[in-house]
């Protein structure tokens, strides 16, 4: 309701509501806040060709990464890999692609054009088995692999298997452990702006050392570790991108505790959180802005668990849900064809990535939950005939990259776009 005053001569009369600020007035961090809460793709775009000061603001890298972190990735597929008794590179690991739907056009045409077995490039040989140095893959994100050649990884390639296109370069100059098998853990880190990645390297010896490569530079850093040292259970895996966050899950099989390697990438420095459960829960790191940065995400008994810090610097549960009292069918699984555990992949945008598997049949459900409307996407992983492989190792879910808004200058590639 509108404000009353009174005049002078005892009357009443309205007052003036001020007019509403212009929207050329509005700042480029405002408008930048209202371009990330669009919709969707086509209404970025919109916006972004009304005028040349949205168009900047739209085409500005850090809000269009913003803008992506709020939406679901369209999903290619996943790929998996069978587990050995070594880790990678020890381990030639079989590939197994599965994918996620037929029904869009441009996902299902990446599905099925996209070399995920990385073997349709005519500059990535496949080695010869008995010297040990086929190309092994060691870890994926924004739709790129890291691959490695050799039982000790010597030669590195990042491939975008849906362009078909690679880049090739050489391990970084650390210094030499004491023992050969002390191997380096790899992670890469993608930018889905502009198609840029990081690898990250990893050595334990007498004093753990890391370095970085960039696709900007093409070169090596090193990264200093400042006083932050891995005491307890070496990385037993390569490392997994977790939006600003690398990490490396240890190898605790003995441990009393879960104690995680946690780079951030933003500000290269390194720490090692505890997690808020015991050793042998599957779990990922995930980075969610509204809820503070870094967050957990574990399942146990088909349950999954949202962890949050507290205003003590613990842990609490933000969210939790029991995936066989909410999904009927899920449960009917578990009886029917003997589905038990439930390993977390990934998370991105509130979407959490899963594998439901059998402990005595080869075939999976790759899952796709919806933490914010407890909705369930379920693919279903079937071994064609006469595979009975478990692909119990790494696995990795493969997102679509979106090309990102062009330059307001540049009128043509953004009335295509």
């Not at 003995?254 to 808020?276: D, F, G, N, Q, R």
């Given at each position: 309701?509108?404000?009353?005053?009174?005049?002078?001569?005892?009357?009443?009369?309205?007052?003036?509501?001020?007019?509403?600020?212009?929207?050329?007035?509005?700042?480029?961090?405002?408008?930048?806040?209202?371009l990330r809460r669009l919709p969707d793709m086509a209404s970025l775009l919109s916006a972004a060709l009304s005028c040349k000061s949205w168009g900047r603001v739209a085409s500005n890298p850090a809000v269009f990464?913003?803008?992506?972190?709020?939406?679901?990735?369209?999903?290619?597929?996943?790929?998996?890999?069978?587990?050995?008794?070594?880790?990678?590179?020890?381990?030639?690991?079989?590939?197994?692609?599965?994918?996620?739907?037929?029904?869009?056009?441009?996902?299902?045409?990446?599905?099925?054009?996209?070399?995920?077995?990385?073997?349709?490039?005519?500059?990535?040989?496949?080695?010869?088995?008995?010297?040990?140095?086929?190309?092994?893959?060691?870890?994926?994100?924004?739709?790129?692999?890291?691959?490695?050649?050799?039982?000790?990884?010597?030669?590195?390639?990042?491939?975008?298997?849906?362009?078909?296109?690679?880049?090739?370069?050489?391990?970084?100059?650390?210094?030499?452990?004491?023992?050969?098998?002390?191997?380096?853990?790899?992670?890469?880190?993608?930018?889905?702006?502009?198609?840029?990645?990081?690898?990250?390297?990893?050595?334990?010896?007498?004093?753990?050392?890391?370095?970085?490569?960039?696709?900007?530079?093409?070169?090596?850093?090193?990264?200093?570790?400042?006083?932050?040292?891995?005491?307890?259970?070496?990385?037993?895996?390569?490392?997994?991108?977790?939006?600003?966050?690398?990490?490396?899950?240890?190898?605790?099989?003995?441990?009393?505790?879960?104690?995680?390697?946690?780079?951030?990438?933003?500000?290269?420095?390194?720490?090692?959180?505890?997690?808020?459960?015991?050793?042998?829960?599957?779990?990922?790191?995930?980075?969610?802005?509204?809820?503070?940065?870094?967050?957990?995400?574990?399942?146990?008994?088909?349950?999954?668990?949202?962890?949050?810090?507290?205003?003590?610097?613990?842990?609490?549960?933000?969210?939790?849900?029991?995936?066989?009292?909410?999904?009927?069918?899920?449960?009917?699984?578990?009886?029917?064809?003997?589905?038990?555990?439930?390993?977390?992949?990934?998370?991105?945008?509130?979407?959490?990535?899963?594998?439901?598997?059998?402990?005595?049949?080869?075939?999976?459900?790759?899952?796709v939950l919806n933490l914010n409307t407890i909705k369930l996407q379920i693919i279903h992983n079937k071994p064609g005939p006469g595979d009975d492989k478990n692909y119990r190792g790494a696995a990795f879910p493969?997102?679509?990259?979106?090309?990102?808004?062009?330059?307001?200058?540049?009128?043509?590639?953004?009335?295509?776009?």
């Amino acid at each position: 309701m509108e404000p009353w005053e009174r005049s002078e001569r005892g009357g009443v009369k309205k007052t003036k509501t001020p007019p509403a600020p212009p929207v050329a007035a509005l700042t480029d961090h405002l408008l930048g806040e209202i371009l990330r809460r669009l919709p969707d793709m086509a209404s970025l775009l919109s916006a972004a060709l009304s005028c040349k000061s949205w168009g900047r603001v739209a085409s500005n890298p850090a809000v269009f990464r913003r803008f992506l972190s709020l939406r679901r990735p369209p999903l290619v597929g996943f790929i998996l890999t069978d587990r050995g008794a070594k880790p990678v590179p020890f381990h030639d690991p079989d590939v197994c692609f599965i994918t996620a739907s037929s029904r869009h056009p441009k996902l299902a045409s990446a599905a099925s054009n996209g070399d995920f077995h990385f073997q349709n490039h005519p500059e990535i040989d496949h080695g010869n088995p008995r010297h040990d140095n086929g190309w092994r893959l060691r870890g994926c994100d924004g739709g790129l692999l890291l691959l490695s050649r050799g039982r000790y990884g010597d030669d590195l390639a990042v491939y975008d298997p849906l362009e078909r296109t690679v880049i090739f370069f050489g391990k970084p100059q650390l210094p030499t452990p004491a023992h050969r098998w002390c191997n380096v853990r790899h992670a890469i880190v993608a930018d889905e702006v502009d198609a840029s990645f990081q690898v990250i390297a990893i050595q334990h010896g007498e004093e753990e050392t890391a370095a970085v490569f960039s696709s900007r530079t093409r070169e090596w850093a090193m990264i200093a570790w400042g006083t932050v040292r891995y005491r307890f259970a070496w990385p037993y895996s390569d490392g997994i991108a977790a939006g600003q966050f690398v990490y490396w899950r240890p190898n605790t099989k003995y441990e009393k505790k879960e104690e995680i390697l946690v780079l951030h990438m933003k500000t290269m420095s390194w720490s090692v959180i505890t997690a808020p459960f015991p050793p042998g829960e599957s779990y990922c790191i995930a980075d969610m802005v509204e809820h503070g940065g870094l967050c957990i995400v574990s399942s146990k008994e088909q349950c999954v668990k949202l962890w949050v810090r507290d205003n003590n610097g613990g842990w609490s549960v933000k969210k939790e849900v029991s995936l066989l009292n909410q999904f009927g069918y899920l449960k009917k699984l578990r009886r029917d064809e003997w589905m038990k555990r439930v390993r977390i992949l990934a998370m991105k945008a509130g979407y959490v990535y899963m594998e439901f598997w059998s402990i005595r049949k080869p075939n999976s459900y790759l899952l796709v939950l919806n933490l914010n409307t407890i909705k369930l996407q379920i693919i279903h992983n079937k071994p064609g005939p006469g595979d009975d492989k478990n692909y119990r190792g790494a696995a990795f879910p493969v997102f679509l990259r979106l090309a990102p808004i062009p330059a307001r200058d540049d009128d043509k590639k953004l009335q295509d776009a």
